[in-house]
Structures are given as C-alpha cells and as structure tokens.
C-alpha cells in the first residue's frame, strides 16, 4: 500500500519484502541459467534427465553463490534508483 504525496501521487513504502522478492529473482535467473548450461555446455543432462541436472545444480555452494550475488545485484539497483 502507498503513502499519499502532496502533489496527489503515491509513492511506495519502502519494505523488506522488496529486496528479498528482488533478491529471489536474481537467485532464480542464476539457477536458470545454470540449468540451461547443463542441458547445452555439458550435454549431461540430455542423457540423464531434468531431476538429475536439478540435483546437479542446486548445492549448497550454488546457493551461496547465487544469494551474494542476488545481493549484490540488489544494492548496485538500489544505489542505481537512488542516484538516477
């Protein structure tokens, strides 16, 4: 829900749930594209099946990965939104 301004706009509250549904999809874009280069760079998949290049792809390592650079990407589009 937005604050009325005094011009007669609403403007979003800033929240929480903003960065971490931001931070999700870049997460998700990084699984996508991992998923894809099983089934493309490897060729692995192809043989093996999806379930096996999803077990493939999500590991403790490819989450951490995935969520510093959700982060990251988080604040570089903040700082970008703030300054423009």
């Not at 997460?27 to 490897?42: D, K, P």
């Not at 060729?43 to 982060?71: E, H, K, Q, Y």
Request: hydrophobic share 55%.
């Amino acid at each position: 829900m937005g604050h009325w301004r005094a011009d007669g706009k609403v403007t979003m509250k800033k929240s929480g749930w903003r960065a971490v549904v931001e931070i999700a999809f870049i997460v998700f874009l990084f699984y996508a594209n991992l998923l894809m280069g099983e089934f493309t760079h490897s060729g692995m998949a192809r043989n093996r099946g999806l379930a096996w290049a999803i077990r493939d792809v999500v590991t403790p390592a490819n989450f951490v990965i995935g969520a510093i650079a959700g982060l990251i990407g988080y604040i570089l589009f903040e700082f970008l939104r703030n300054r423009l």
